[in-house]
């Protein structure tokens, strides 16, 4: 059933962000910006036309997945294109630990097969160009329908907000609930969000050019399923395999760069409250991967690293760890979600995030990423991610909150990072 061809094919054409873009509009698919790996650059993978899908809603399990990258070890590229939300999280411990909260516009889980795989170089030269095939398949597109496509004239949007959940009253009331729980021994740190909604009008393809242009893409993501659009310019990575060595890269702590503060990444690297934050995660992952890793194997590549954007500096650590097992399912319920948007114990800070925002998060602070035959997975955290379907539009800011958090300053930071999306898309909070 899930057994798929694959061969290379012959393609000559000019590649392009905004063609991708287009050619996703009319065909539906993914758009990945992967991770580097050692030094090397990214590469941009795109996915065309599905012709599997394998989902939470259609009752499959990760499990299901474990079998599908076992049935297509043939196949050395990304063919496996997806995300996890992040309220599968009460499928992954014992029930009763969460209220369950999810927002249902989403799967728990979602990954599709497509047709057409296209793997570029950073400036668009194509490197692989594969086509796969099952014998169940509903619906072929032909390589001269890509080969002689042209993307539409520039199009507009315009995008008015109209509300923030929770308020900044109640966002400051949460913060402030947070420092209660920690003085209690709950916690040490919980990651608070807030949803910004607006609506749109115009082009939802031209508002992800917009977005995916406005920062250095580096675990970026643009998809289109159905009506639905998931446009994410992450910088974060959740955990990236090869082999039997994985790799999972924390981001905690912020700064906006400054054209009039040359030391802000200096700054930020001597922050006493930023490299607690990152401690407490970095000792978090460490304890998650050691449930999955050889004893005695896990350890802190990197740490702090500075990790520098258009528009704000980052704290990152590097972790590795030799697995004692490749199965993508049994990876994911060690990890998940990642620590670095739950905050620390993890179980706890999970519970006290769902009384405080009371809603579910969806795919944001999820993953999304890529698999292949070989078992190598790439997977983000799911932040700076905007979501677009009909008129509406729908986007979360948060942080981490310490007993050293300002609830002010934590929301203006809330601010920041909204802006730097609303910028993008010319919009104001």
């Known amino acids: 059933m899930w057994k798929f061809k694959i061969q290379n094919v012959d393609i000559h054409r000019n590649w392009s962000l905004s063609n991708a873009i287009s050619m996703i509009e009319k065909w539906e698919g993914t758009l990945l910006f992967t991770s580097p790996e050692h030094n090397k650059s990214h590469n941009i993978v795109l996915g065309i036309n599905p012709i599997s899908t394998i989902s939470s809603d259609k009752g499959h399990t990760l499990a299901d997945i474990d079998t599908i990258i076992t049935t ?40 599709t097969i497509y047709q057409f795989v296209f793997i570029f170089t950073p400036s668009w030269e194509l490197k692989n160009a594969l086509e796969l095939t099952s014998c169940n398949e509903s619906k072929t597109v032909l390589i001269d329908q890509i080969e002689q496509f042209y993307s539409p004239e520039s199009q507009q949007f315009s995008v008015s907000i109209e509300k923030s959940h929770p308020t900044k009253e109640e966002f400051i009331k949460g913060v402030k609930t947070i420092h209660n729980y920690i003085k209690a021994g709950d916690v040490y740190q919980v990651n608070l969000t807030r949803k910004v909604s607006a609506t749109i009008s115009g082009s939802a393809t031209a508002a992800a050019l917009a977005l995916l242009e406005s920062n250095r893409i580096e675990f970026g993501v643009f998809q289109k399923c159905g009506v639905r659009y998931l446009i994410s310019t992450s910088p974060e990575r959740f955990f990236q395999t090869n082999g039997l060595t994985i790799l999972t ?4 702590g912020t700064a906006p760069t400054s054209p009039e503060n040359d030391n802000a990444g200096t700054d930020l690297l001597n922050d006493e409250k930023n490299l607690r934050e990152l401690a407490m995660i970095t000792d978090l992952l460490r304890n998650d991967l050691s449930r999955i890793c050889h004893p005695g194997t896990v ?9 520098t954007l258009s528009n704000v500096h980052h704290l990152v650590a590097d972790i590795e760890g030799k697995l004692t097992t490749t199965d993508f399912s049994k990876i994911v319920t060690a990890l998940f979600p990642g620590g670095s948007i739950t905050g620390c114990p993890k179980i706890r800070a999970c519970q006290i995030i769902e009384e405080l925002e009371q809603k579910g998060r969806g795919p944001y602070t999820g993953s999304f990423g890529y698999i292949t035959g070989h078992k190598k997975i790439d997977l983000n955290i799911l932040i700076r991610t905007v979501f677009i379907e009909n008129n509406q539009l729908t986007f979360n800011v948060g942080g981490g909150i310490t ?3 300002n609830p002010e300053e934590e929301f203006l930071e ?5 802006r730097n999306i609303l910028q993008a898309l010319n919009a104001k909070e």
Do not use: C, R, W
């Open 72 to 111: 297509n070890e043939h196949i050395a590229h990304p063919f496996l294109f997806g995300h996890i939300s992040y309220d599968a999280k009460h499928t992954i411990e014992e029930p009763g630990i969460y209220k369950d909260l999810q927002d249902n516009q989403f799967a728990l889980f979602q990954f």
């Open 249 to 252: 890269s924390p981001i905690k």
């Open 299 to 307: 350890t802190v590549k990197g740490y702090p690293l500075l990790k």
């Open 403 to 405: 007993l050293m958090s």
């Open 414 to 418: 809330t601010q920041h990072k909204a």
